[in-house]
Structure formats: C-alpha cells, structure tokens
C-alpha cells in the first residue's frame, strides 16, 4: 500500500461490509447494515462518497444492475472489494492490532 | 422540490442508483413505520447527503480549480449585476415594488449564467458558487439590514444558490453529461 493511502475508519467499515453483504453490496444494503451492526445512523450520500473514493483507489469495483419496479426503476449500482482493498484493510487492521498488543487497559471501565 | 435540488447535486453515474436507493428504503420504512415516519426520514437522509455529496463534487474535480472556477463565476455574476443595477436604475423608480422584482429577475438571470460559466470550466464549481451565493446572501442581509425589502434578499439567498446549480446543470446538459 502505498504512503498516504491508509485507510480512514469510515473507509474500513464500508469495505466490511462489503464483505458482508458479498453479492447483495448496493449503496441501501451497505447503508443499513453498517446502521444496523454499529449503530450509527449514516446518510446515503456519505456512503456513495466513500464508495467513490475507494474506487477511485481501485480497492472497490462497481456494476450496474437491472432496474426494479420498487426503486421507480432505477438500476441499482453493487459493490466489490477487489484484492487491493482487502490488503488494504488488512494493514489497517495489522495496525491496530500491533498498537494494541501488550496495552493493559480495562475497556469495561471507559 | 427537494428531491430536484438534490438531483441537480448529484454526479451522473451515480444519480439514478443513488435516488433509487433512498425510494426503495423510504418504501421500506414506510411499510413498518408509516408514511409520516418514512417521509421524516427521507428529509433527513437528503439533507444530511449534501454535505458529502458536495464534498465529492469538489474533490472530483480539483479543489483549487474548483473553487478559481467558482470565483471566475461570481466575478462575472458580480459584473452582471452591477450592469443591470446601472440600467435599471435609470429605467426604474427605486423603492417601487417592479424595482426589487425586477433586481431579483436580473439576479438569478446572472446567477444561471455564472453557473453556467463556472460549469464550463470545472464540474463542481456550480456547486461552490452555490455555497458562496447563500453564505453571502446571509452576511449581506444580516449586513445591509433594511436597505431592502427583507421578503427580496430572503428569496435571493433561496434562488441564488438554486439559479447557480440551474446553469451548472444547463452546462451538464449542453456537454450531453444528466
């Protein structure tokens, strides 16, 4: 990964749940399962501007679907983390991982 | 109305997906939770994606240019008032209900074109001149008080920024882009 392309934590949890959904990634799907799993209520603009971002680093790729009666008929975009972007997050996480390691702190107190 | 002011926000590729996106959780919500609920919810989904709907607008296409090609349109927006405040002010009675009328028309006119021009050079400028319109609509209503009818610098403040994103979105149209 080259110098200054870390990953913010936002982009990390988008590329998660990329991983989660797998298949089903669209912009609503993506939105709702990082509501869901942290909690934190996300505007569908922010994730669009992440996934835009990340693809334009080339860790997330992108298609069109076929259109659907619900959506008034519009297409729906899905998302795939490619192998950059899982070795992307990866060092993020091998970051963390190694900060924390040895770090004697009691989380139930904070 | 708000779903048009967003649209005109929103970059081609991801317009339709992105607004088809929000229909379908809206009916969602809707179907559990009501009609008000859902409709609560997409106000504030559509509010709160403009900040980084615009965000990405600006980093697209280059931040300094963006906001020079911004400047480039307000300058000129800046001239094409000045101009026609000129011209009315020798065609017109100040104070008359026509004058404001008239000055707000002659306004927007000017902002579709500065947008129009700040497209012309950058993607995301009419967005930036968009911002600029509203935060200087506000300082200068706060600023010049009751020089003017209030209902006319509160419907500029409200037009400008919509007349910029007309042009900018005019541009768009022009080069074959939605």
């Given at each position: 990964m080259p110098k200054g392309d870390t990953l913010g934590e936002f982009e990390q949890i988008v590329l998660i749940?990329?991983?989660?959904?797998?298949?089903?990634?669209?912009?609503?799907?993506?939105?709702?399962e990082i509501q869901e799993r942290t909690g934190r209520s996300v505007s569908i603009g922010a994730?669009?501007?992440?996934?835009?971002?990340?693809?334009?680093?080339?860790y997330v790729s992108s298609f069109v679907g076929d259109a659907t009666a619900e959506r008034g008929g519009r297409a729906k975009r899905f998302f795939r983390i490619e192998s950059d972007g899982k070795r992307a997050l990866k060092d993020s996480q091998d970051t963390l991982r190694k900060m924390l390691a040895g770090l004697k702190v009691d989380w139930r107190t904070i | 109305m708000m779903t048009w002011i967003f649209g005109?926000?929103?970059?081609?590729?991801?317009?339709?997906?992105?607004?088809?996106?929000?229909?379908?959780?809206?009916?969602?919500?809707?179907?559990?939770?009501?009609?008000?609920?859902?409709?609560?919810?997409?106000?504030?989904?559509?509010?709160?994606?403009c900040g980084?709907?615009?965000?990405?607008?600006?980093?697209?296409?280059g931040w300094l240019k963006t906001l020079g090609a911004a400047f480039a349109g307000y300058f000129a927006v800046a001239i094409l008032v000045m101009a026609s405040d000129v011209l009315m002010s020798r065609l017109l009675?100040?104070?008359?209900?026509?004058?404001?009328?008239?000055?707000?028309?002659?306004?927007?006119?000017?902002?579709?074109?500065?947008?129009?021009?700040?497209?012309?050079?950058?993607?995301?400028?009419?967005?930036?001149?968009?911002?600029?319109?509203?935060?200087?609509?506000?300082?200068?209503?706060?600023a010049t008080g009751d020089q003017a009818p209030v209902w006319y610098q509160i419907a500029l403040i409200v037009m400008g920024p919509v007349a910029a994103m007309v042009g900018g979105?005019?541009?768009?149209?022009?080069r074959g882009e939605t």
């Open positions: 749940a990329l991983l989660r959904l797998d298949n089903e990634a669209y912009g609503m799907s993506v939105r709702r994730v669009y501007a992440t996934l835009e971002r990340l693809e334009a680093k080339s | 005109l926000l929103l970059p081609k590729r991801d317009k339709e997906m992105l607004l088809g996106d929000l229909l379908e959780e809206r009916l969602l919500i809707e179907s559990s939770t009501g009609r008000r609920e859902a409709a609560r919810w997409y106000r504030r989904q559509v509010l709160r994606s980084p709907v615009m965000w990405a607008n600006f980093r697209r296409g009675a100040a104070g008359r209900v026509l004058y404001p009328l008239v000055s707000l028309a002659a306004g927007c006119a000017a902002m579709v074109f500065g947008g129009y021009l700040a497209a012309s050079m950058r993607r995301g400028a009419p967005a930036v001149l968009a911002v600029m319109a509203a935060i200087l609509g506000v300082l200068s209503l706060a979105r005019m541009r768009s149209r022009g």
